[in-house]
Structure formats: C-alpha cells, structure tokens
C-alpha cells in the first residue's frame, strides 16, 4: 500500500489549495482515505475523511464548510479542496487508509492502517 499526499503550498489566508492522496495497492471501493494534520509543537488532528464505496464524509468541526473531500475512482485519487484558508490550517497534512466502511471520525482517522508521507501546507500573509 502507498499513500502519496501532494499538492501542499504557501498561500494567503482566504486562498484555496487542492491536496490530492493517490493510491496505490489499494481500491477506493474497499478502503477509507482519511485527511490528518499536525501543526509545529501540536498533535496531529484527523480533520476530514471519506467512506469506501460511494463516499460518505466527515469533517471536523475546525474545518467544516471550509473543506471538501471527494474521490476519482478512476485515478483513485482522494482530494481535499480547502477555500477560506486561516493561518491556523498551517500544518504538514498526511493521508491515511483503512480497510472498511464508513466515515471515519477524528479520532478514528488517526488510527488509520496505512499512512503516506506529508505535505506542507502554509497560510501566512
């Protein structure tokens, strides 16, 4: 199983950037993929996830309506949309996965199976 989080960039705050999680060993239609982020000297935060199959999701209150999570099936690619974005969404984010079904919630994120490298995301001015 591999985990690729990518997409992570400096942005100001009220931007927009777009992660993308591929996949690989994997099918969306068996696994949860689900989004964390750890901020310098904080725990890691399971902020949003999404169901195998036909995709159910979750979002942490810290991120809800802000970010939207969806799936490619086709290029079993999970993407994290973030619009609105606050100086205190700054945290390295990483994807994670787990056979199953559901939505995982935040605390069931972080104890995901698989886990991909992270990628850095900045909100400053």
């Known amino acids: 199983v591999q985990l690729q989080a990518f997409g992570g960039g400096l942005v100001q705050p009220g931007g927009s950037l777009r992660l993308s999680c591929a996949a690989s060993g994997i099918s969306l239609d068996s696994y949860a993929i689900g989004w964390a982020r750890q901020a310098p000297g904080k725990s890691r935060e399971g902020v949003s996830s999404i169901s195998s199959g036909e995709g159910s999701t979750y979002y942490a209150d810290s991120v809800k309506g802000r970010f939207t999570i969806s799936k490619d099936r086709a290029k079993n690619t999970v993407y994290l949309q973030m619009n609105s974005l606050k100086p205190e969404d700054t945290a390295v984010y990483y994807c994670?996965?787990?056979?199953?079904?559901?939505?995982?919630?935040?605390?069931?994120?972080?104890?995901?199976?698989?886990w991909g490298k992270g990628t850095q995301v900045t909100v400053s001015s």
């Open positions: 994670g996965a787990d056979i199953g079904v559901g939505a995982p919630n935040s605390v069931a994120i972080l104890g995901m199976d698989y």
